[in-house]
């Protein structure tokens, strides 16, 4: 009996300096469907350089492009990575051994992820986790109500050996700039609201950080970076009610019709 096909779906946007890793872990898949928001750098020649790379380009939010990207593939099984992550040899041989004789009662299965920031891995908090990785065609989706969410699965999950390397914000320029993208992206599906007071502001962003440092997360195991991401997490608080007051008073000075214009505006 031959093996059940297994198709992997990355959503991507200039990433030309970071994919390869991850597409040469990914030899062993039938198909690499690629979904990409019209990268303006070299992320399409060299994504098409690897024989079992579909290459699709659509501007959606990312998991809805991920979404799109499932349901085009052809595989019996969905393997969902992004652009800076790499599957160990260990993963891969767990993901070929369930693929040659799957286990009827599962439709989706669970790997650990090793996660790094700044070439750190992080251990604590949301470091080290088990996430969903791989799942029957048709079983499972993003529900996009935000940039970051999990799989929405039905059935029972089973478990890989092995692991994969999640290599996000290589420096802080670029996490401070994903997180804008994301806050952004999460703004745009928000109701427009008053914004917190200031007060529960501040409140809210020293309890995450205590949460995420001292608490349950246990970030200070981690050291300095330990630090940095529980500090960043709280300010990412601080930064979406900004955000959202920003967007109160326009839509408020808007309705009004006392929103200044500048004299060389058209």
Known sequence: MSRASVSAVIPTKNVETIIRPTLES?????EVVIV???????TRALCESYPNVTFIERQDYIYGNFNYGAEQAKGDWILRLDSDEVVSVELRDSILE???D???TFLHYDAFCHLYFFGMRLRHGFGDQWRTTIYKKGTAQYPMRSEHEGLECTGPAGKLRGHYDHFTNPTITTWIAKTNYYLDKDLERSPTRPPAS???VMMNMARSFRGAYWGKGKLSRDGYLGFV??????????LIELKMWEKYEKDRQCS????PQHPNAN
Request: proline share 6%; charged share 15%; net charge neutral.
């Open 102 to 104: 799957p286990a009827p």
């Open 229 to 238: 991401v529980a500090f960043w997490s709280a300010v990412a608080i601080a």
């Open 98 to 100: 369930f693929l040659n």
């Open 256 to 259: 009004a019709g006392t929103l």
């Open 36 to 42: 990409d928001m019209f990268s303006t750098d070299g």
């Open 26 to 30: 990914l030899r062993f898949c039938d």
């Open 198 to 200: 200031r007060w529960r």
